[in-house]
């Protein structure tokens, strides 16, 4: 259990901070940013679940993926060469079905798609659309980190996931407010 009773120590004034393994790097790694954005992807669902409500049954469901984005920051924070150290948090497979089981729960109502979809619809639309893109940076991130370290490579695989599932998401709380993208005409 983590124990915070001090929350500045003044370690990383020097530019650098510390992994899960107990290594430091400066915070401008690829590591660093692949787990910084999936904090800030963690932020965004929170405002999802703040526009949601309390009785709304996908805010159980979206602290879940908040979790789950800890688990894999905590995957990513701990280079897989440690892993032998002491047992680690790994993301499993059995996270990225539940994302596909949801996917499939919500897209069954939606009508299909007969153009791109214009961000927006109404204030939980778009709260879920930048958690989309900002679940795409993160994949983006660690796949990058994953060019130059070995990573586990479901973290890759859950964000790709949870970013369909935030399409979906969002399409499903636009309902008939969801716009369309309309391509101009114009050339030139």
Not at 145 to 157: F, G, S, T, Y
Not at 180 to 185: F, G, I
């Amino acid at each position: 259990m983590v124990k915070l009773n001090k929350i500045y120590t003044r370690t990383g004034d020097d530019g650098t901070t510390g992994l899960g393994s107990g290594d430091r790097v400066p915070k401008t790694d690829l590591r660093i940013e692949a787990y910084g954005t999936v904090d800030e992807l963690s932020s965004v669902l929170g405002l999802c679940v703040v526009a949601l409500g309390d009785d709304h049954d996908d805010v159980i469901r979206l602290q879940r993926i908040q979790n789950d984005l800890f688990d894999l920051g905590a995957d990513l924070a701990v280079p897989l060469e440690t892993a032998g150290d002491a047992p680690r948090i790994r993301v499993g497979q059995a996270r990225i079905d539940a994302l596909e089981a949801w996917i499939d729960a919500a897209n069954a109502s939606l009508q299909p798609l007969t153009s791109f979809i214009l961000p927006g619809g109404n204030v939980l639309a778009a709260w879920l659309h930048l958690g989309r893109t900002v679940c795409r940076r993160a994949e983006r991130a660690t796949l990058r980190l994953a060019e130059r370290d070995a990573l586990n490579p479901l973290c890759a695989v859950y964000l790709n996931r949870l970013s369909d599932l935030l399409f979906v998401l969002a399409r499903a709380a636009a309902g008939d407010d969801e716009v369309l993208w309309v391509p101009t005409k114009e050339q030139g």
